[in-house]
């Protein structure tokens, strides 16, 4: 098959900037692979473009795509409705045609979870879990942890409002018991200590300052915990490895970003993803710029 033809079919990332984005290189991949008639461009657009770009998308039969920053939440308004995902977490990063408009997901979350599941077999109910930051990947990965059910979900961040924020979602929307800290609060090892799960969602360790660490006693971490980092440059992040040392399982948030795609792309095409060919692009991607592969 042509690389593109009269009736290839139309998918991109709508963002700004988006040149440093895996995604086009992952999808394009995975979709010659199968021999899919798509392809995915990069759709740079300034915010002020936004609805102009969608306007057109719509005219030019785009099938779908995803959406980063900083519009995942100004689109909104622009779509014809949310998954429940997106709409409880309040922003979107895939969107799916559908008749002459687009409908809104959030995957990153169930990205998470999906790589949580398959890489650790862990799964959310019942589970305690802290959350390190409230910005939009905490966001993400807490309501969708809540709407999958966990027990209680802490939320440790340097400005407490912000988690405040994401505590208020969550109680609107779920069961899910939720406390917001900082990093003063003098019961944080106790709290940390009867966590299943630690997240760090924050950009501290991430390439090239490798050597920043959220202000934890790290002493709490322990044997038959999971302890995740959503950075994946470096692939070990200092976080990953103070908890390793303590016995903890680790995984980094290469998978977060692979099964967020895989998911988008299932939505898209109807077909399972490749998802080994997906994970390759993202391991071939990161030579040379600290490291990718799983941790
Ligand atoms: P964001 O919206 O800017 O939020 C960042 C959070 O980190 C905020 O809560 C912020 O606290 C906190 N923070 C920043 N600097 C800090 C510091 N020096 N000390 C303590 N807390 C600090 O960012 P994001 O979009 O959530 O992304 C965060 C990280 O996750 C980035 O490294 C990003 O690359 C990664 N990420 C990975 C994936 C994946 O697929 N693996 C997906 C999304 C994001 P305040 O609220 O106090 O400012």
């Known amino acids: 098959m042509e690389l593109i033809n009269g009736s290839t079919k139309l998918l991109g990332i709508l963002g700004f900037p988006v040149e440093h984005s895996f995604s086009p290189v992952m999808h394009n991949q995975a979709l010659r692979y199968l021999g899919l008639d798509y392809i995915y461009l990069p759709l740079a657009v300034a915010e002020e473009n936004l609805s102009q770009a969608i306007e057109g998308m719509k005219a030019m039969g785009f099938k779908g795509a995803n959406v980063t920053i900083p519009h995942k939440e100004k689109i909104i308004p622009f779509l014809k409705g949310l998954s429940p995902e997106a709409q409880a977490i309040g922003a979107v990063n895939t969107l799916v045609r559908e008749g002459e408009g687009f409908w809104g997901d959030n995957t990153d979350g169930k990205g998470f979870l999906r790589a949580l599941a398959v890489e650790k077999g862990w799964l959310p109910e019942k589970k305690i879990v802290t959350i390190l930051g409230a910005g939009g990947g905490a966001r993400a990965i807490a309501v969708t942890l809540a709407l999958r059910g966990v027990k209680m979900i802490n939320i440790v961040n340097r400005t407490l409002s912000r988690g405040g924020k994401i505590a208020q979602r969550i109680i609107k929307e779920t069961e899910t018991e939720v406390f917001v800290y900082d990093y003063q609060e003098k019961n ?45 440059n470096p692939a070990k992040t200092r976080f990953l490895r103070e908890a390793e040392k303590r016995g903890a399982e680790i995984m980094n948030g290469i998978g977060m970003l692979l099964y967020q795609g895989v998911l988008s792309f299932q939505s898209w095409t109807g077909e399972e993803a490749p998802v080994n060919i997906m994970k390759e692009v993202l391991e071939k991607n990161c030579e040379g710029k600290g490291g990718c592969d799983f941790a």
């Not at 009867?194 to 991430?206: E, I």
């Open 188 to 232: 944080l090892a106790d709290i940390l200590r009867a966590s299943h799960l630690v997240v760090n969602t924050t950009p501290l360790g991430m390439f090239p300052h490798t050597d920043s660490l959220a202000p934890l006693d790290y002493n709490a971490f322990k044997p038959g915990q999971l302890v995740v980092d959503i950075i994946y």
